[in-house]
């Protein structure tokens, strides 16, 4: 399939036939259960032709480098046709934001756009996402049901010995439920690296006083932590002692040892801490 | 009939109007050789990719007291990714459609163009190429422009190719004799790469070097784009450059073999295209490596013998010294953490691990897809002998299924973590003699001193200055953005300046006036 074809000319037509096809049909395939739900508001409004082409011709100019022509993944940047926040978004709620103010912590610039620009990227985004998510054949990006070639059995005995998890992590504690939670890609990114864990910062002052928090901020010359009361507080460098307890650290340390069986093992394993 | 004083005078008239006609339109062919002290006539400042400057009014003792001279801003979200050259006391720099002459004391706005926005990808601009007077600019929708430098103005514009099949262009073009040499983007779509030689006063093509065959060859690859700008040894009389990799991009089905020229370094003859010699970094890429960085140019001993040397740190991971009269290796060793090769082969190429490439149900690779460096510029300084550059020590994961098709991308990757770190490496051994931590991303491009200096900048927006000898931080300013560009260097009356840049902003450096 050309992506040109698609994106440029065809993908208005696809999107209004796909969307009255969608309504009629709810997801009964075998794999449903591991798919991602997909009957939500803005999977199935329609969006006039003109917009979603106008969007098209937009989203290839500012956004496909990174997100790829169709909003499947180009360079660097994520499926958004998968993405959680496209799909709880109405009308643009949650993806103008984005668009509007970037993502700077992960390498997205912002872009300044008007309302009517927003729209067609919205509507295409949304015409891309319903165009990826009908029926088997010609999609990109990753299912869920694409990460299940592991034994789980073998993703225990990982988990409990080689992989080193059971120091950290167990599947009654912390784990359980952990499946319910993430599903798919979405588990093994954070199996792989959980990006949202926090760090710990003890704080040294010439004082010799001990400040201790969640770490906000650091490079070589700021030390910043967030305390118990919540307060946000920083240092230059130069004038403390500090340590940082980042238990994320652990899971950079296992890239270097996992075999890529491992990997699927552990994904099948944790997907039995529903 | 003239009178023989009317002949005469006319005769004056005409030699006092030759000697007081025009000087000689900047950058001639003598200053891009030659560039001096108040001069960034290309991209890489000279030929050689070294981004090495001579200059020594700032130093590793008075750096701290580096200032701010002025700072342009060009009031757009999208950030600055070119370098900017200097000729005449003027700066011109780019963005997406945008092309800006500044003064180089001031900062103030001397002229603006701007191409009406079409399509193609607005991803970057990575500058201007100037000679004599012209000014070629790239834009999003595959075409060169022509500007006069004094006032922006259009002087020819011609197509470099279709936007619509998927290409588009964002290189700084390279002149090198009367050719003004331009490549191509777009590794969305499955299109032949090249490399193109273009007439400076009309825009018509002289060569046409094609780096991969039609899409619909047999067995046969697309992709090898001329992403960014090579290097030229005039002695030689060799340009150097890089291609980039492969289309379908990360299922090599279709594209049995080595895939030629993609992940390439070719040296090619300037004035008429043909190929000279091509050594491939990354033979049957499946992993979008590109490896169009900087073919840098060094003249030195390597174990004890004088070489004409070509240095490449790739994205792939691997740092490749070449003899660049033949292309034969000298060394190929890792500056990082890979594990997608199973070693090199006779030529000192890298072997692919079949068991790594993209699958299904996906495979855990390092480096990540953006590579173990990118677009920032290294430099080689040469009183150290060290190849700094910045790179990124990452991870990620691969797929690829059937049903990903054959076209373009064909399947997915994800970063799953990186650190981005200056490397100064032993070119002789391939040894890191310091590390210079940058965050949890990648950080600026590389420019060295004589004076011992590395301009350089982190991964939070922090410019840095750091001592070339062991990467100990001298200097800093934080800029307040993300930094996408490489810095330049120059002296302009009698001043030495250091112009970075961040977000959309310009910044010029120098120390306080006296």
Known sequence: ?274 | MMSRVGRVFLLAISVLVASTSLPAQQPDNQMLLHPPADSWPGYHGDYSGRRHSSLTQVTPRNVKNLTLAWSFQTNQTIPLKSSPLLVDGILYFTAPDNVWAVDARSGHQIWRFTYPRGQGEHIGQRGVGMYKGSVFFLTPDAHLICLNAKDGSVRWKVEVADVSKGYWTSMAPLVVGSHVLIGVSGDFDNLAGFLRAVDPETGATQWQWDSTLPAGTPNETTGGMTWMTGTYDPDLNLVYWGTGNPTPVLNGSTRPGDDPYTCSIVALNPDTGKLVWAFQASPHDTHDWDAVETPVLVDGDFHGKPHKMLMQSSRNGYFFVLDRTNGKSLLTVPFGTLNWSLGVDKQARPIPNPEKEPAPDGRLIAPDEGGMTNYRSPSFDTKTGLFIVSANLGWGIYFSKPADGLYGWSGADYGVWGTGVIEAIDYQTGKIRWRHELGEESGAGVLTTDSGLTFTGDAHGNFLALDSNDGKTLWHAGSGSHITSSPITYQLDGRQYVVTSSGGVLFAWSLPEP
């Not at chain 1, 082409?53 to 997100?67: N, T």
């Not at chain 1, 978004?89 to 700077?104: E, K, S």
């Not at chain 1, 912002?110 to 088997?136: E, M, N």
């Open chain 1, 1 to 274: 399939m050309k992506f040109l074809q698609c994106t440029f000319g065809v993908a208005a037509s696809c999107a209004v036939l796909l969307s009255a096809a969608a309504a009629q049909t709810p997801a009964s395939s075998p794999q449903a259960g591991n798919q991602i739900q997909q009957s939500t508001p803005s999977a199935t409004k329609t969006y006039p032709p003109e917009l979603v082409e106008s969007g098209a011709s937009l989203f290839r100019q500012d956004c496909s480098f990174c997100h790829g022509r169709d909003a499947t993944g180009g360079e660097t940047g994520p499926n958004l046709t998968h993405s959680r926040l496209v799909r709880s978004d109405v009308d643009g709620d949650q993806i103008g934001p984005v668009i509007r103010n970037g993502r700077p912590d992960k390498g997205m610039p912002p872009f300044d756009r008007s309302d009517q620009q927003i729209a067609s990227l919205v509507a295409f985004i949304h015409a891309q996402q319903y165009a990826q998510s009908g029926g088997k054949g010609g999609r990109k990006g990753v299912d869920a049901s694409d990460l299940q070639t592991g034994n789980a059995e073998a993703g225990k005995k990982y988990f409990e010995g080689a992989g080193g998890c059971a120091h950290c992590h167990s599947p009654t504690g912390d784990l359980a439920g952990i499946a319910s939670r993430y599903k798919g890609l979405e588990l093994e990114q954070n199996m792989l690296y959980p990006r949202h864990a926090k760090s710990k910062v003890i704080v040294v002052l010439p004082s010799g006083e001990t400040v201790t928090g969640t770490l906000a901020y650091r490079d070589e010359f700021t030390i910043a932590l967030t305390d118990s009361s919540g307060t946000y507080r920083s240092w230059r460098t130069r004038d403390v002692q500090y340590k940082v307890d980042a238990p994320a650290n652990a899971h950079v340390e296992q890239f270097s040892k996992y075999t890529d069986e491992d990997i699927h093992n552990l994904m099948a394993y944790l997907q039995t801490l529903q």
